[in-house]
């Protein structure tokens, strides 16, 4: 770590990793309601449950590309954050506004937008908080005078995902308009701008794990961020085919949404590709372990999964069931989980000085929360393709199928509880590095691959 103030960081993870635990328990107690024991039921029903398991989500992975950003520019921009304490404040405001929205959604405070849930007067406390956010992040770039591919690309998809966050505040009475700007804030977020994050994050990490050429790593991070525009802004349309929108979309949005995989290829490629040229062994391999896997799990779960139900005539059948569960759950783990996991296991060592990479428990976490995720999606694969059958083909009653699918939730339970244990593992695996200390900032000490101190490299 070469700036002391890149150390905020830590608390950023660390806020990230508790509000992952809180999703987790709202997954269990809407997991264990599916099987007839909602014994919770009168404090948290299921869509109360829902609701902040998906809400915690994306404030979780927000936290988790905010702690990202203020390690990586300060790096790439080389020099002090702009405000660090600046950046403390937002932290805590972010929590703040975190909890008091997860309150109200348990006294049916909310607005009746998946996702999208937030009561409108707390969206303007989330805009003051972001923009915190991008003027200390824009600040230190701007004084820093050193504008990198990556660091741009990082900063843009930041900066254009607080902007998108602008058209789910506007109010309209008219079901179909709004679901029209809703999915302005919900899928050009994860099938926009949060792929320029991710590419961002991921480039950052495969040209420090790999030591391959910058202008390599970067040449690919280009194509990308132009397979995204090109497919995922008109691929919007996927959302648009029976909800009341002109029938156009039908077109647009069945021949956009398919190309959107080919972003996805790409970055899984690119990794690959980096990984097997890399002349330079990084001892950090835990690291480039998780940032291999979420290009690959990003891959199968938005690339593979989003394409299973994209075309209009499959998506007629599929759209609202659990096959978007299905989706759901390992696009989002693959993409966006998986790469702030990797960024964690990356700079922990260089902010606490510990080199604790490669531990059996660091390599076991891995292993245990993605196999008990592909065991998840599994789960929902079948208990949505089953529901599909019954209830859109057979035309049974919503909840006769319901009903039969039952058994399906144990297996998502069990995997569930694979998928947990890694994520213990992992948060263990995080304490065990310690505080970020001063230490880390002596040359050598972090074991960084331009400090040629570990033995073998
Ligand atoms: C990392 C990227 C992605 C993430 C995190 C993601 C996540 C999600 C989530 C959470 C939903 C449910 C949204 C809601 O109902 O409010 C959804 C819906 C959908 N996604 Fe994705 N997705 C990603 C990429 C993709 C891609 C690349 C495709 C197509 C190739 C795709 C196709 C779809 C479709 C068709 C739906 C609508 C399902 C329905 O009608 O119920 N997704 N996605
Ligand atoms: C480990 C314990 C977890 C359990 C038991 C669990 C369970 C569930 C359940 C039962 C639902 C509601 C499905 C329905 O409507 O019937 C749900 C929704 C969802 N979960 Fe989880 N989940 C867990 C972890 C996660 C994680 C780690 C992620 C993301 C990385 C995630 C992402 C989502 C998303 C995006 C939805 C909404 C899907 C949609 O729009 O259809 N969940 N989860
Ligand atoms: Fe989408």
């Known amino acids: 770590m070469k700036f002391r103030s890149q150390r905020v960081a830590y608390w950023f993870f660390a806020s990230a990793l508790a509000l992952l635990v809180l999703q987790i328990v709202y997954g269990f107690i809407m997991g264990f309601a599916r099987v007839g024991l909602d014994g919770l039921h009168e404090w948290i029903p299921f869509n109360t449950a829902r609701a902040v398991h998906t809400n915690l ?3 979780w992975l927000l936290c988790g590309f905010m702690g990202s950003a203020y390690f990586i520019i300060p790096e ?3 020099r002090e954050l702009a405000w660090p304490r600046l950046a403390y404040v937002q932290l805590i405001s972010l929590l703040v506004v975190g909890v008091i929205a997860v309150g109200c959604y348990h006294f049916n405070i909310w607005e009746g937008r998946k996702f999208l849930e937030i009561p409108r007067p707390l969206d303007w406390l989330v805009v003051a908080n972001v923009l915190l956010f991008i003027g200390n992040i824009g600040m230190t770039l701007w004084r820093g005078r050193q504008h990198t591919t990556t660091s741009m690309v990082l900063f843009m998809g930041l900066l254009f995902a607080a902007l998108l966050y ?25 099938e926009g701008v949060w792929e320029l994050i991710m590419g961002g994050i991921l480039c950052y990490l495969l040209i420090k794990l790999t030591g391959v050429d910058r202008e390599v790593v970067e040449k690919w991070l280009y194509l990308i961020v132009g397979l995204t525009f090109l497919s995922g802004i008109l691929g919007t349309g996927h959302h648009y085919y029976y909800i009341g929108a002109p029938r156009y979309w039908l077109w647009v949005g069945g021949v956009f949404s398919a190309l959107e995989p080919l972003a996805f290829l790409g970055m899984a490629m690119a990794a690959l590709a980096t990984a097997r040229k890399g002349g330079r062994k990084h001892p950090n391999r835990i690291a480039l372990t998780w940032s291999l896997g979420c290009a690959i ?3 199968v779960g938005a690339g593979f999964l989003g394409m299973a139900h994209t075309l209009p005539q499959v998506n007629l059948y599929t759209h609202g069931t659990l096959v978007t569960a ?5 696009a989002f783990w693959g993409a966006y989980a998986m790469i702030v996991l990797a960024m964690m296991a990356y700079s922990l060592p260089l902010m606490t000085g510990r080199r604790l990479w490669d531990t059996p428990m660091a390599t076991w976490a891995f292993w245990t929360s993605n196999i008990g995720m592909v065991g998840m999606t599994g789960a929902l694969a079948v208990a949505g393709i089953t529901q599909v059958a019954l209830e ?6 919503f909840l006769v199928v319901q009903k039969e ?6 297996g998502l339970l069990l995997a569930a509880a694979l998928f947990s244990t890694g994520i213990v593992m992992f948060i263990i695996t995080f304490f065990r590095h310690g505080l970020p200390s001063d230490e880390a900032l002596t040359p050598g ?5 331009d400090e040629p101190l570990v033995a073998g490299l």
């Open 405 to 410: 699918i039952e058994m399906h939730f144990v």
């Open 76 to 78: 790439e921009a080389n």
């Open 326 to 330: 299905m989706h759901g759950h390992l």
């Open 392 to 397: 859109r083909r057979l035309g049974l009653d």
């Open 445 to 449: 000490v972090s074991g960084e691959p």
């Open 166 to 190: 602008l058209p789910g505040m506007i109010s309209v009475k008219n079901q179909t308009v709004d679901s029209f700007y809703r999915w302005w804030v919900v899928h050009l977020w994860v």
């Open 297 to 299: 799990m990003a891959f």
């Open 57 to 59: 989500l994306v404030v």
